[in-house]
């Protein structure tokens, strides 16, 4: 698909991750809103939202785009082609871990550092004015603003659970692990 006004195609644009990262985010969370109890906390929309984005980009990894990914890794780096494959089975597997409670705070770390790691690929391929899904790479300064949202948003589900579990941590908290449910500390009387 082409915009009217433009020449520019939008199916290798680098605003389809930011897209996604917003539809889908905000489509749970509108869910949430309307009932679904599940999507109501906004950090679960967001997480949703991340999820999405880093499945569209994972999979350009393997299909695609992946002669494009390969020709960004800078030269100085070795193996091209396996820091793709690398690259693109770490951001399925941090989709993955990003819809499980549990892991959602490692794998929103592990994402942030993966974006920061390859943050350079990013700059190459602005900077040799390299094309990607067959369009020229996003323009250094847009690419590094989009870049830093998609950061913001893993480093918010992050700081959101170290939050959460600060206060779980201290003695006089009884939580359910599990469930985020407040649980009676047993006595020696309630104990069987």
């Known amino acids: 698909m082409t915009t009217s006004t433009?020449?520019?195609?939008?199916?290798g644009s680098a605003v389809q991750p930011l897209i996604v990262l917003v539809l889908?985010?905000?489509?749970?969370?509108?869910?949430?809103?309307?009932?679904?109890?599940?999507?109501?906390?906004?950090?679960?929309?967001?997480?949703?939202?991340?999820?999405?984005?880093?499945?569209?980009?994972?999979?350009?990894h393997f299909v695609g785009m992946r002669q494009d990914l390969i020709n960004m890794v800078p030269p100085a780096l070795p193996e091209p082609g396996l820091l793709v494959t690398v690259t693109g089975v770490l951001e399925l597997a941090?989709?993955?871990?990003l819809l499980w409670?549990?892991?959602?705070?490692?794998?929103?770390?592990?994402?942030?550092?993966?974006?920061?790691?390859?943050?350079?690929?990013?700059?190459?391929?602005?900077?040799?004015?390299?094309?990607?899904?067959?369009?020229?790479a996003e323009a250094l300064v847009p690419r590094t603003l989009m870049q830093l949202v998609?950061?913001?948003?893993?480093?918010?589900?992050l700081a959101h659970h170290?939050?959460?579990?600060?206060?779980?941590?201290s003695a006089t908290d009884h939580t359910d692990r599990t469930s985020d449910v407040p649980v009676r500390p047993q006595t020696a009387a309630t104990r069987h």
């Open 101 to 136: 409670r549990r892991t959602a705070p490692w794998a929103a770390g592990g994402l942030s550092a993966l974006l920061v790691a390859m943050f350079p690929a990013n700059v190459y391929a602005a900077v040799e004015g390299l094309t990607v899904g067959g369009v020229p």
């Open 6 to 11: 433009s020449s520019v195609s939008w199916k």
């Open 24 to 60: 889908v985010t905000l489509v749970l969370f509108a869910a949430g809103a309307a009932g679904v109890r599940q999507l109501r906390p906004w950090p679960v929309a967001l997480r949703g939202g991340l999820a999405a984005m880093f499945v569209l980009t994972g999979v350009s």
């Open 150 to 157: 998609f950061l913001a948003a893993t480093l918010t589900v």
């Open 94 to 97: 941090g989709a993955a871990g």
């Open 162 to 169: 170290v939050r959460k579990r600060r206060p779980a941590l």
